[in-house]
């Protein structure tokens, strides 16, 4: 899609009309024509066929409606990669959690790859197509899922992690097996690799097996770590006291060795 961040004058006179059907409505109606065009584009062709002309085209709409109502190509990619998303998570049947957090990572781990071999150029926009340290929109919701799955890991006391670790992991054993298999031709996919690096993955987080009356120290302070925000028992500083605490039981490269400290 070519950038256009200043709109040639005579443009807007093309679009006055337009404008004024949006103020009567017809905004939103635009917005979806537009992702929804900009993704078949983007599922037939890939990236370089979201162009400005082929997305207008096939939306129905003059080019500066694009730039109106998503700023620029980013703007675009990133409601794209949104709708995607959300349309991929509504062709599954809803996933209730059961009473086996483990069980549900194994589910949102297979969600994950499916979404990428069932996708692969959305996939590829929503993962690897943003600056280094700037992540979609989409992939942060898809993160706070996999957090949320992590949590309550850690609250069932079977995360021998800590969280934000345990989580990043996952991510990324989880995009580096789907970036793999997306490109490998798909009669030379091993089958079996998705399922090998997700084991793999869940065996370094957790406890195996599942913890008995005695978890250890580590799994104990990384429990109580997770359920710490839904007491009240503590003062603020109290917390902040123990949740540091917590983090060095549960983090013991990063324990001070030699080093006291008084309450």
């Known amino acids: ?17 337009e404008a004024h059907r949006d103020r009567d409505g017809n905004r939103d109606g635009n917005r979806d024509r537009i992702v929804a065009a900009a993704a078949r584009l983007l599922s037939d062709g890939g990236p370089d066929a979201v162009s400005t002309r082929a997305v207008s085209s096939a ?8 730039y109106r109502l998503f700023g620029d190509k980013q703007g675009l990619l990133d409601a794209v990669v949104a ?12 996933q209730e959690p059961t009473d086996d957090p483990v069980e549900d990572l194994r589910a949102g781990w297979d969600l994950h790859i499916g979404l990428g071999l069932a996708n692969p150029a959305l996939y590829s926009l929503m993962y690897g197509g943003h600056r280094p340290g700037v992540s979609s929109p989409a992939a942060v919701a898809a993160f706070g899922m996999l957090a949320r799955l992590i949590r309550r890991i850690a609250e069932a006391g079977r995360l021998a992690l800590p969280e934000e670790r345990a989580a ?8 580096g097996t789907t970036f793999t298999l997306i ?5 030379r996919r091993d089958p079996e690799l998705s399922r090998t690096a997700r084991e793999a993955a869940i065996a370094a987080i957790t406890t195996d097996p599942p913890p008995a009356a005695e978890p250890g120290p580590v799994a104990a302070a990384v429990t109580l770590r997770a359920a710490l925000p839904r ?18 039981i549960a983090d013991p490269a990063h324990t001070v060795t030699g080093r006291t400290r008084t309450p």
């Open 1 to 17: 899609m070519e950038r256009e961040d200043a709109i040639a004058p005579d443009a807007h006179h093309a679009t006055s009309h």
């Open 231 to 248: 007491t009240d028992a503590l003062t603020e500083p109290e917390r902040g006291l123990l949740r540091e605490w917590l983090d060095r």
């Open 83 to 94: 709708y995607g998303f959300t349309q991929y998570l509504s062709s599954k049947t809803a």
């Open 168 to 175: 990043a992991l996952v991510h990324a054993a989880g995009c």
């Open 183 to 187: 490109a490998t031709p798909e009669d």
């Open 59 to 66: 939306a129905g709409v003059q080019p500066p409606t694009i």
